[in-house]
DNA sequence: GGGCTGGTTATGGTCAGACAAATAGGCGGG
DNA sequence: CCCGCCTATTTGTCTGACCATAACCAGCCC
């Protein structure tokens, strides 16, 4: 009784064990699969599959032939879940509410044409909206769409949807770029958001391509003491 | 001649290139493994690869006997990697230079003992230093170190090894909690780095514990115009 | 000595078959 | 009508065998 089948769960487990507790240095070359497998008492591809999952969670390093080592600095990769805004409110348990500040059809100004690889010319819809957080603003957006790409978004009004939520249904999966940055509230933002002019403001930047065209670009401007925060 | 063995890779390509088409809608269940293993003509384990693989980047969701179906709002995670500052300056084919600020050993203030769950009056060595690139302020690292956890820490002077290399060393495997936010340069901060009173400064905060023991915690200052970007 | 070549070996991946675990949905009892 | 049990179905995982691919290295030729 009691001996129960070895996953390839205990298998890992019992390797990151090695590994944390330098019984297997950083840099040292580890057994090979096969001798593991019979260590462990499994088959090589539950071997196989926690060594992978250790090397894609960045401990270790592996070459054919060369074998598979500790890795000396651990490349260790942060997480971050990138919600819809509404989902990230609604998750707190607060209300989610939006408001249209602006919307505008013009050609894209040079530096926007420039950053998404325009043609001269090209128009664009340019939004200014809020998101709010039972009621206290919680996140500004500063969205410019590509009609080239999307002539639909010039019919929609965004009155009651948000630009992200339609973006979502429209082009479910894209490409895209994400900067996160600190920057000075200045006009519409300050206003929005209640800072004081200079005060700083944590900012992501987000560029979205679809097929290899660009759809749109937007600049979030978070409220005040908003943190990025992960584990890993 | 030219029917080559399809690999995982080959049906996870088709399954995305589907999913991405909209030939299976959002929320829409797709064949089961097997009946994919029959259309491709591989076995259910490799399906299952292609599949697991889509499900951990987030755009299938599995669930025994109910079946597989395409995320309806895809569920996209942003992967930043972590670097050493030193490497991450080297990377870029720049100079890297360490310069200690300060040192200094004393009772944890209430703040710190409250973040690390350090007991009353537990000493911490406080170090405050400047990374720079090609001999420009690059980061100013105000970096806290709990004596209780590494006594080895006292005994190190820090004067031409930072602290993060240091702690690497000592203490290669950790968990790791991080935050990105925007804070306003004042003090040390501002001088170190060249900034006015005032200016938004982008930050991050990290702490640091082994076996459930906290090690450090470091808040991190870098340079004007610094942005955290990664595509996705 | 230096460079090419082929053998050896570790990891990468596929396969077919089997069993395990979870659970949606039907069935029966109250 | 509602609730709880059963079962068929689907994914999850393991096995042991096999071939593929990369690269270290020894030995050969020049």
């Keep these: 009784m009691g ?13 990151l064990r090695r590994i944390t507790a330098q019984l297997w240095a950083p840099g040292a070359l580890v057994p090979g699969e096969v001798d593991l ?12 599959r926690a060594m992978r999952e250790l090397t894609e969670e960045g401990l270790l390093e592996r070459r054919r032939k060369a074998g598979t080592r500790v890795r000396p600095s651990p490349l260790r990769a942060a997480r971050f879940e990138i919600p819809l805004v509404r989902a990230e409110i609604e998750a707190g348990g607060r209300a989610y509410g939006y408001r249209l500040i602006g919307r505008a059809v013009m050609a894209a100004p040079g530096w926007l044409a420039a950053r998404l690889s325009l043609a001269p010319g090209t128009r664009v819809v340019h939004l200014t909206c809020l998101h709010s957080a039972d009621g206290a603003p919680y996140q500004f957006e500063d969205r410019w769409i590509s009609l080239a790409a999307l002539p639909g978004a010039g019919a929609e009004g ?20 994400i900067s996160f940055l600190a920057t000075a509230a200045a006009g519409e933002v300050a206003a929005a958001l209640g800072y004081g002019e200079g005060e700083p403001v944590f900012t992501a930047e987000r560029t979205t391509w679809w097929q290899g065209q660009a759809i749109t670009h937007v600049r979030l401007s978070f409220a005040r003491g908003h943190r990025m925060t992960t584990r890993y």
């Design 3 to 15: 001996d129960e089948k070895t996953t390839f769960r205990d298998v890992k487990a019992e390797l």
């Design 37 to 48: 497998a019979t260590e462990f008492g499994v088959a090589r591809a539950t071997v196989n």
């Design 158 to 177: 965004f009155e009651t949807i948000g630009p992200n939520e339609w973006l979502i249904r429209a082009v479910p999966f894209s490409e895209v770029e």
